[in-house]
C-alpha cells in the first residue's frame, strides 16, 4: 500500500488560492506517487474531524474551473491550532497513511507548517511537510511576494482607474476607497498604479505610518484648492501615534476584534471638519475574490507554487517553503527557491521605508518599478480627458 | 452657414455613457449635416457658460476608447435648471448656430430636455431637441429598459457571485453587500443572476419594500440553522414603513441629503441583536464604472441609443426620448422606437409586484426572465462545490 498526500488551506481565500490547489493536485497526479490526494474539508479542523475530499476524483474539467473559482473549493479555515492538535495530526497522518502534507496559507498557517514537520521529525516518522505562500496581504517574509498579492494589487489598481474616470466626470469633492490589509499597506499602496493611466488616486494612507487627522485634512484641503474631485485610498487598518485604530471596534471575538469601515470614517471626518461632500467606498472581500482582475502573472506564480511544493515533497524535502527572489524587474524575472520555514514563520513583512514617499501620503517610483509586473498585463487603456479645461466648483 | 449640434450630460455617470456619446458622434459625423459637433463642458451649466469641447476633433481611435471608458468624456452635472435658465439656452443656442441639442441622462435630464424642446416650439425656432436614456438605477419610464443598467446589473449579479464563493469557503456568518439605486431596486434584484451560477444571494432587500428590521433579523437567524455563511445583498435606499430611510444622513445640501451606509448599519444589527460576526461591503460608484463588467449588450444599446437621437433630431424628430420594447425574452429582441418624452419626464419607474416575491426577500423567476439578457454573455463557470460536505460552526 502505497502513501496518501493530503493538502490544507488555511485563513482567508485569495483569487488564486484555487490555483495553488490546482498546480498541486495536477503535480500529485504525474508523479503517481500517492495513492490518494486528499483535502482537509475546511482547514485543518477538517484534518482533525478525517473529513477529507477526495481531490484524485476531480476531472480535468473541474481541475482547469479551479483557475477561474475565487475561495477555495476545499474550504479553509481561522481556527486556532492547539499544543494538543499536533500530536493528534501526527496520530493522524499515520492512521490515513499520509507520506505528504501541504500547507496552503499566511503566516499563521506556516506556523502550522512548521511545528508540524517539527512534531514529526521529534517522532522520526518519516513524512514530508511542504508550505505554499498565500496572502492577498503580501506580509509574508523572505519571498519577494506571495501568490494572491499580485491579483489583490491588480483589482485596487483597476477599481481606482475606474473610480477615478468616474470622479473627474461628475466631481463628489472627496472620495475615500479603503483597501485590505490591515498591518501592511501593499495592496493600498498598488492603486498608485493607476496613475501611470492618467487615473491615479490623489493620496494613499499605508498602515506602515501613524495616521494623523490634522494632517488628512490639511492634505486634502490643499488638493480640493486645486482640484474638484479627488480620490483618497486609505488601508482599513489606519492607526494614530499610539498604535490605536482610528475606527471604533464593532465586534470582538476570544480572538479578534473588529473594526467599523475607515472609508466611512474618514468620509465623516471630511464632512465634519471641511464641510465638503465626501464619501466613501469598501470593495472589502470583493478585492480578493475578483476573477475578472485576477493577475495573469499571479496565476501563474500560484499554480507554480503549488507545483514545486509538491515536487519537493516527492523529492524529499520537508520544514520547506515556496518562495520567489527578484531577478529583475523589467524584463520581470524571478527565480524560484525553497525558504526555510523556521524563517518564515509568524513574520509579518510589511512595506520598507523606501516605498513610501517623505510626505507618507503616497509611494515611490521604487515601488511601482517593484509592484508593476505583479499585476500582469498593463491596465486598460482609457481615453484622456486631458482636453477637457479646467473646472470650477464652488464649495 | 451649418448649422452645429451639442450634447449635453446630466447626472451620474454609468459604464456606457461614453458609448452613448460614441454612437451620437459617430452618426452626426457620417451625416454630413452639420459643421460642428459641440460636447457641453460639465452638462447644462458647461453649456450655460458656452464652454464647448470639439468632438468632431475626436480622432477615430480616441472615439474608440470611449467604448471602454467609465465615466463621461464631457464631464456632467447635478446642477439644477432655473426658469430662467432656458431662456439664456435658446439665446446660446441662436448664438451658436445650435440646430440640435442631444441630452443624455436620467429623468431630471428629460425633464430638462422636455423643457427647452417647449421653449424652443413657444418661440418658433427650428431646433430639434432629443433625449437619450441614461440611468444604472434603471428607473426611467417608458422604455423596457435604460443604456447603463445592464452593466450595472451585470457587476452586481457577478460581484456577488464572486463573494458567495469566497463566504461559502470560509464561513464569515452574515455578509452584507449593498447595492445602488435609492428608490428603484433592480440593480439590488439582479444580484439574484448570481444564483443561476450556484453562488447567489440568501436574502435580497428592495427599497420597493418597507423594510422591517425583525423581519430582516428573523430571515438571517432562519437561513443561519442551515448554513454557516449567508449573503445578503440590500439597497442603498432601504426604509421602513413610514418611508423614513433606516441609516442616519450624515450630509445635507440644500438640494439633497447623504446617508450612512446601508451595508455596515445591517451587519451591526446583525452584530448586536445576534451575536454573529457580520460584514458589510459596499462597492458604491465602483458599480457603475467597471469596464471589467461591462455588459456587451448594453454597450451595443447604448450606442444605438445615442445613435437614433441623433439621426431621429436629423428627421426633423424633436421632444422626444430613444426607447426600447421588449419583443422576446428568449432569443432576446427589442425593438427601438422613440417615446414622447412628456410621457417620461420625471416619472420614476420601479419594480412590479410581479418581480418580487412574496416575502419581500428576494425576487421571481419572471424578474430573472426579464433582467437575464441585459447583462449580455452569461457570468462564468466556476467549480462547483457542492461535492463538499456539510459545513458545521458554532456561533
Chains 1, 2 share one sequence.
Not at 481561522?78 to 499520509?98: A, G, N, S
Not at 525553497?338 to 521605508?353: G, N, S
Request: hydrophobic residues 40%.
Amino acid at each position: 500500500m502505497g502513501k496518501n498526500l493530503v493538502i490544507i488551506h488555511g485563513g482567508g481565500p485569495t483569487a488564486v488560492l484555487n490555483a495553488s490547489l490546482y498546480g498541486a493536485v495536477k503535480a500529485a497526479k504525474a508523479s503517481g506517487q500517492v495513492d490518494h490526494i486528499y483535502g482537509a474539508n475546511n482547514g485543518t479542523g477538517g484534518f482533525l474531524k478525517e473529513d477529507f475530499i477526495d481531490l484524485g476524483a476531480f476531472s480535468e474539467e473541474e481541475l482547469g474551473l479551479l483557475l477561474a473559482t475565487p475561495g477555495t473549493a476545499i474550504g479553509t479555515s481561522r481556527d486556532p491550532i492547539w499544543q494538543d492538535d499536533y500530536e493528534q495530526m501526527t496520530k493522524l497522518i499515520e492512521k490515513h497513511h499520509i507520506g505528504y502534507v501541504l500547507f496552503s496559507g499566511g503566516n499563521g498557517t506556516m506556523d502550522t507548517c512548521g511545528k508540524l514537520h517539527k512534531a514529526l521529525v521529534q517522532k522520526g516518522m518519516d513524512v514530508k511537510v511542504m508550505g505554499i505562500p498565500k496572502t492577498t496581504d503580501n506580509d509574508i517574509a523572505i519571498t519577494d511576494h506571495s501568490p494572491g498579492f499580485g491579483s489583490a494589487a491588480r483589482y485596487m489598481a483597476a477599481s481606482v482607474q475606474e473610480l477615478c474616470a468616474d470622479v473627474r466626470s461628475l466631481p463628489i469633492h472627496v472620495v475615500v476607497m479603503e483597501a485590505s490589509g490591515r498591518n501592511a499597506g501593499w495592496i493600498t499602496a498598488s492603486s498608485a498604479l493607476a496613475g501611470e493611466k492618467g487615473y491615479g488616486p490623489d493620496l494613499i494612507y499605508l498602515p506602515e505610518r501613524a495616521f494623523d487627522e490634522d494632517c488628512f485634512i490639511r492634505d486634502v484641503e490643499t488638493l480640493l484648492r486645486k482640484k474638484s474631485g479627488i480620490v483618497v485610498v486609505a488601508s482599513e487598518g489606519l492607526h494614530d501615534k499610539d498604535g490605536n485604530p482610528i475606527v471604533k471596534p464593532v465586534f470582538k471575538t476570544e480572538r479578534a476584534t473588529y473594526f467599523g469601515d475607515v472609508s466611512s470614517h474618514l468620509a465623516n471626518l471630511v464632512i465634519d471638519r471641511l464641510g465638503y461632500k465626501a464619501r466613501g467606498e469598501k470593495p472589502g472581500l470583493l478585492g480578493r475574490a475578483s476573477i475578472a482582475w485576477q493577475s495573469p502573472v499571479d496565476r501563474d506564480e500560484a499554480v507554480l507554487a503549488g507545483r514545486m511544493a509538491c515536487e519537493a515533497a516527492f523529492e524529499g524535502e520537508s520544514g520547506k517553503m515556496a518562495a520567489f527572489r527578484r531577478i529583475s524587474d523589467e524584463p520581470y524575472k524571478i527565480e524560484p527557491f525553497l525558504a526555510d520555514i523556521d524563517q518564515v514563520m509568524m513574520f509579518e513583512r510589511t512595506m520598507p521605508d523606501n516605498f513610501i514617499n517623505e510626505a507618507g501620503n503616497g509611494v515611490t517610483e521604487e515601488f511601482l518599478r517593484w509592484c508593476r509586473p505583479l499585476i500582469g498585463e498593463a491596465l486598460p487603456d482609457m481615453i484622456s480627458f486631458n482636453r477637457l479645461s479646467g473646472r470650477k466648483e464652488g464649495k
